[in-house]
């Protein structure tokens, strides 16, 4: 992988795959770039340019122990684009990556974008009880491996019909989300929880895809994905029927499509 310096010298690493027209993935929290290999090969195979970054914290990046705030990670998602000098991008993020998404376009413009895709996002707003969100940070906290053993398999849709996600592929993901820097997994929730992206969503006027699973228990469809499509006004909301949250391994094939299909309508 490749690496830049943000301005506060935290190091990045990233992927940049192929040549042609941009397509950018933002990853979901406690991941890496790495849950996006499929997606990238399969757009790299059909002429684009794929290009996905760890957030800091996570996967190959640095762990600086600060800047897990929204306002930070969209511009470590500005200084990406600025150093590739990327263009008409489509930029993709799953779960938190969706409100970077919407942050970076509120902080940094859509000088750099032509289309946006949110992909089971926790955006606009998660709306959870204070005392249920402080309960799971305590739990991330104290007890983090017996929460990821808990609740994998209801991230994985493993009971849903048609969710048949090899284990390779969740033992992988699940290894993925124990190298996270626990200080980031804690912080990030934290941001994510708080986040409000409501009159940020209305303010959006780039075309939208809205990819969501209708049994999506930690980004619910009908508080983000159906509301996201609702607040964005030129957007267009996508059910995946008995989905949960990890769409690029159980409907690989499909978001595969979708993603192909709504960046090829970026040249007319």
């Not at 935290?10 to 997606?39: A, N």
């Not at 122990?65 to 008409?88: C, P, Q, V, W």
């Not at 992909?119 to 309960?135: I, S, Y």
Request: with cysteine.
């Amino acid at each position: 992988m490749t690496a830049l310096t943000t301005t506060d010298g935290t190091t990045l690493c990233y992927r940049d795959y192929g040549t042609g027209r941009p397509v950018v993935f933002v990853h979901s929290m406690l991941m890496s770039s790495d849950m996006w290999q499929h997606q990238m090969l399969h757009l790299t195979g059909h002429g684009y340019r794929a290009v996905a970054y760890d957030r800091r914290g996570h996967g190959r990046s640095d762990d600086p122990g600060r800047g897990y705030d929204f306002d930070t990670l969209a511009d470590d998602l500005a200084a990406l684009l600025d150093r590739l000098d990327l263009t008409e991008v489509t930029l993709v993020g799953h779960s938190m990556g969706g409100g970077e998404v919407i942050r970076y376009l509120t902080r940094h413009g859509a000088q750099r974008v032509s289309r946006i895709a949110l992909v089971g996002a926790t955006a606009p707003h998660l709306a959870v009880d204070p005392q249920q969100a402080a309960a799971l940070l305590d739990q991330l906290r104290t007890d983090y491996g017996r929460w990821v053993d808990s609740n994998a398999a209801l991230s994985f849709g493993n009971d849903l019909p048609g969710c048949d996600i090899p284990q390779l592929e969740q033992d992988a993901t699940i290894r993925d989300w124990m190298r996270v820097s626990l200080h980031a997994a804690v912080e990030c929730t934290r941001a994510n929880l708080a986040a409000d992206f409501r009159a940020e969503a209305r303010a959006i006027t780039l075309p939208t895809l809205v990819l969501h699973g209708d049994h999506d228990a930690f980004a619910p469809l009908e508080t983000c994905g159906q509301r996201s499509a609702e607040l964005i006004p030129d957007s267009k909301l996508v059910v995946y029927e008995n989905a949960s949250h990890m769409l690029h391994l159980s409907h690989r094939a499909r978001l595969n499509e979708d993603l192909l299909a709504f960046a090829d309508s970026a040249r007319g």
